[in-house]
């Protein structure tokens, strides 16, 4: 039942968080070169493309909360090949892209706050994960966690 708590918990914050980052007026505060901005607009869309990608691999698995589904399936393929948690790095990524378009550092607070965040509830779903399926262990060792592992 504590899990059911701490994912709960992290799921209204990390709602809480996205609903401040969309309902905060953007103020410029600073000026982007049109270098920055291209970059920031390309990991924007390039971002959103892996994490629609990631969701639609996961399927009926999908779930806002870090607890797996009871019948759920280890997914290790697609996008899962490469980082344990690419919807977890993807969001953040894609508010801070998109805070540096909107030149926003009250928009950048708040996705470095999400990102910390997310780092939590990927531990919490991580020690769940290795409860739920004995390979997940392995799969760790294979793939990087927020990142795609180089060697």
Known sequence: MEADRKGTAYVITQLL?????????????????????????????????LMSLAALQLNRNLSPFPSPKKESKLSTSGAYKYIHHPIYTGLPLTAIAWATIKESPIHLAVAFILMALLHFKANREETLLIEMFEDYPDYQMKTGRLLPRLF
């Open 17 to 49: 968080l996205i609903g401040v980052y969309l309902l905060t007026p953007g103020q410029r505060f600073f000026e982007n070169s049109v270098f920055l901005n291209g970059m920031a607009i390309g990991v924007f869309f390039f971002r959103m493309a």
